[in-house]
């Protein structure tokens, strides 16, 4: 059974910093590539950042030069580090493994605010 569980999620004040998790299961990870979407109150889920099986990352405009996605295989873990964020980043994110399959974590919140 695949598991894609996600933590890291919260308040941070705009300028802070967070960094997101999400441990995989039930896939060989370094196969995928992975992925980190966001779905704001009556928005569209939208991706956010990727990294390939390479370790080719790609990244949203509205996020470049903020968030880095890395992956660690050795532990089924992809980050997400979110410096500098915006009220405008506040949203659920989600965790996404695609391959020959497609995979969706729960979501963790995470709240732009002072």
């Known amino acids: 059974q695949v598991q894609l569980v996600e933590s890291g999620g919260g308040l941070v004040q705009p300028g802070g910093s967070l960094r997101l998790s999400c441990v995989a299961s039930?896939?060989?990870?370094?196969?995928?590539?992975m992925a980190w979407y966001r779905q704001a109150p009556g928005k569209q889920r939208e991706l956010v950042a990727q990294?390939?099986?390479?370790?080719?990352?790609n990244y949203a405009d509205s996020v470049k030069g903020r968030f880095t996605i890395s992956r660690e295989n050795a532990d089924n873990t992809v980050y997400l580090q979110m410096n500098n964020p915006k009220p405008e980043d506040t949203a659920i994110y989600y965790c996404?493994?695609?391959?020959?399959?497609?995979?969706w974590g729960r979501g963790t919140q995470v709240t732009v605010s002072s």
């Open positions: 990294i390939t099986s390479d370790l080719s990352p």
């Open positions: 039930g896939i060989i990870f370094r196969r995928y590539v």
């Open positions: 996404n493994a695609r391959y020959i399959s497609n995979h």
